[in-house]
């Protein structure tokens, strides 16, 4: 004990004298523990002079030193409480009758059995307590790794634990494994990650790196949610294999993910840094299918403050969930080719698409459903593809984000893209926000305003009906508003063009069906016209098709130009 004090005397003498103000560096010195596993501290080696077979009940016995139950079990009376005072219990059971052992007391030479509570909710992992192998290995090391890990986390949690924290790790996971010791031998990827349970929390730092071991597997999992709900994961960083995985057997080999919500509910997570996953950095769907009676939803599911970066699909899918907000996140180079690696479709930085058919009958099946989705205050850089796009879904919020690979939706309803900052690198053969497609039937309802989009060939791509945009600001955009197919019900206004781009125009309606659309109180300052309708409403069934273009604004050089078109009412 006096090597221990000695350093403490004098660093506390050093920071006295250095700063007698500076009460943090004072409190953090003497709240340092260095006796604790969690404190990077050495457990005391020196052999106990006591045994536990005269332990009486309702007793306290303070570990202070190395105490081997030489492979015995050994059965407690019952409410034996055991305190950690620096020491160590090896090489044997301890058979519980009710009572409480610290946490810090634990290790893989122990095992504990009955009824016994952890000291505190939390535990902290000392990697060196528990026989994992980090750095790296073989297959077979990082199966018993991923083995071990999983087992302490669940019983944690069986001894009442509700927090596991992981400070300095480092260390690969086999994931690609059937473990499965039933006749049903499938291999499940969210059965053979790491998994967490219920009503816990896993808490890792920014010095907590888990990887997956390199493998061939289509599809894989390293950390999952499955069927489990009121679980919190924090901090860390998950490492995908895509540059060492082996694509040698052929197809896409898309779906090896790093952190899987497979019909989890009431789940945040927070501060996690997700890269190089050969397939999606995070997934959130169902089990089992929308239209089945045993469909479990994820639900309830809030994604804050994480990283995703360079995964070889997406970033970020959501293809089964509702009740989702996505905050505060930074999405980088979703999609991108790498030195061993190409990127593999959709490559967006989050992608919103539930799978869906239609019937013999032409009715939609929907074997997911995605709804109820926030996605806010992001920023997104570097995607392949796409910034964030809504392929399939509904009721979903794009707000206060920043991307530079623009937003969209294809077949969706009550989708709201609003007060985003969509700025472009320049390139004017991109979209900013690409709204709908043609030809579809169920988009419809959907929102674009308070947006400020810049940089790009055409600033809102419009498709389909029932849509309003309104209280954008457009600027050096080629094209502000291009409708080049079938659009109805819709009401553009109070939407600012400014564009000195050669030939620019701020509304430009080409090769279009346009009915019930509604354009006004709109600024147009662009080089071209302010608004251009060529070849409109041709088509015999478009003959009653009508546009009502009144009181916009023109700073432009030429105002508005009406060719070859019908139906267009232009007032005021």
């Known amino acids: 004990m006096y090597r221990s004090l000695k350093p403490m005397i004098v660093l506390l003498s050093f920071l006295f004298l250095f700063s007698c103000n500076n009460e943090d560096l004072l409190n953090d010195a003497l709240t340092d523990n260095t006796d604790t596993?969690?404190?990077?501290?050495?457990?005391?080696?020196?052999?106990?002079?006591?045994?536990?077979?005269?332990?009486?009940?309702?007793?306290?016995?303070?570990?202070?030193?190395?105490?081997?139950?030489?492979?015995?079990?050994?059965?407690?009376?019952?409410?034996?409480?055991?305190?950690?005072?620096?020491?160590?219990?090896?090489?044997?059971?301890?058979?519980?009758?009710?009572?409480?052992?610290?946490?810090?007391?634990?290790?893989?030479?122990?095992?504990?059995?009955?009824?016994?509570?952890?000291?505190?909710?939390?535990?902290?992992?000392?990697?060196?307590?528990?026989?994992?192998?980090?750095?790296?290995?073989?297959?077979?090391?990082?199966?018993?790794?991923?083995?071990?890990?999983?087992?302490?986390?669940?019983?944690?949690?069986?001894?009442?634990?509700t927090t596991f924290e992981i400070d300095e790790f480092d260390a690969y996971f086999e994931v690609s494994k059937v473990t499965s010791t039933t006749t049903n031998q499938n291999y499940y990827p969210s059965k053979e990650a790491v998994n967490v349970p219920s009503d816990f929390n896993l808490k890792m730092s920014s010095n907590t790196h888990l990887r997956v071991f390199p493998n061939d597997k289509k599809k894989y999992a390293l950390l999952a949610i499955r069927d489990d709900s009121n679980v919190t994961i924090t901090g860390g960083n998950l490492h995908g294999d895509r540059d060492e995985h082996d694509y040698s057997s052929g197809g896409t080999h898309e779906w090896g993910h790093l952190l899987e919500l497979h019909g989890a509910q009431?789940?945040?997570?927070?501060?996690?840094?997700?890269?190089?996953?050969?397939?999606?950095?995070?997934?959130?769907?169902?089990?089992?299918?929308?239209?089945?009676?045993?469909?479990?939803?994820?639900?309830?599911?809030?994604?804050?403050?994480?990283?995703?970066?360079?995964?070889?699909?997406?970033?970020?899918?959501i293809t089964d969930g509702n009740t989702i907000i996505v905050e505060n996140c930074t999405?980088?180079?979703?999609?991108?080719?790498?030195?061993?690696?190409?990127?593999?479709?959709?490559?967006?930085?989050?992608?919103?698409?539930?799978?869906?058919?239609?019937?013999?009958?032409?009715?939609?099946?929907?074997?997911?459903?995605?709804t109820d989705i926030i996605i806010r205050n992001n920023t997104e850089k570097g995607s392949?593809?796409?910034?964030?796009?809504?392929?399939?879904?509904?009721?979903?919020?794009?707000?206060?984000?920043?991307?530079?690979?623009?937003?969209?939706?294809?077949?969706?309803?009550?989708?709201?893209?609003?007060?985003?900052?969509?700025?472009?690198n320049g390139d004017m053969s991109e979209n900013g926000i690409t709204a709908g497609k043609p030809g579809t039937e169920t988009t419809y309802n959907n929102e674009i305003s308070g947006n400020t989009i810049e940089?790009?060939?055409?600033?809102?791509?419009?498709?389909?009906?029932?849509?309003?945009?309104?209280?954008?600001?457009?600027?050096?955009t080629r094209n502000g508003i291009l409708i080049p197919d079938e659009v109805e019900e819709a009401e553009i206004y109070n939407n600012t063009f400014t564009s000195n781009v050669s030939g620019s125009h701020g509304i430009f309606v080409h090769i279009a069906s346009a009915d019930n659309v509604t354009i006004y109180e709109n600024d147009f300052d662009t080089d071209s016209y302010g608004m251009n309708f060529v070849n409109v409403n041709l088509d015999a069934s478009a003959a009653n098709n009508e546009v009502l273009v009144r009181d916009n604004t023109f700073a432009s050089n030429q105002t508005t130009r009406v060719h070859n078109s019908r139906g267009i009412n232009v007032e005021e």
């Open 455 to 476: 940089g790009y060939g055409t600033g809102i791509t419009l498709y389909n009906k029932q849509v309003k945009v309104f209280d954008n600001n457009l600027v050096n």
């Open 266 to 317: 009431d789940v945040e997570i927070k501060d996690v840094v997700m890269s190089m996953g050969s397939g999606d950095g995070m997934k959130i769907h169902s089990l089992n299918h929308n239209f089945q009676p045993n469909y479990i939803p994820s639900q309830n599911i809030v994604v804050s403050n994480c990283t995703f970066d360079a995964n070889r699909r997406n970033n970020l899918s």
């Open 384 to 424: 392949a593809a796409g910034g964030f796009l809504v392929a399939i879904g509904d009721d979903v919020t794009l707000e206060n984000n920043t991307v530079e690979n623009g937003i969209g939706f294809t077949l969706a309803t009550g989708v709201k893209i609003i007060n985003n900052r969509i700025i472009g």
């Open 331 to 370: 999405f980088l180079n979703a999609g991108i080719d790498t030195p061993n690696s190409e990127g593999t479709a959709p490559k967006f930085g989050i992608d919103v698409e539930a799978y869906r058919t239609r019937g013999d009958d032409g009715e939609l099946i929907f074997y997911e459903k995605a």
């Open 37 to 161: 596993p969690d404190g990077n501290g050495e457990i005391i080696s020196t052999p106990c002079d006591f045994t536990l077979d005269n332990v009486s009940a309702n007793s306290t016995v303070e570990i202070d030193c190395k105490l081997d139950l030489e492979g015995k079990t050994v059965v407690l009376p019952s409410n034996v409480n055991f305190e950690f005072k620096g020491g160590e219990i090896i090489n044997g059971t301890l058979d519980f009758s009710g009572g409480v052992i610290d946490g810090k007391l634990l290790n893989y030479q122990l095992t504990i059995t009955g009824d016994a509570q952890l000291k505190e909710p939390t535990f902290f992992f000392d990697p060196e307590r528990w026989d994992i192998v980090q750095g790296e290995t073989s297959s077979e090391v990082a199966l018993d790794n991923n083995q071990k890990l999983e087992g302490l986390i669940y019983e944690i949690k069986r001894l009442g634990g």
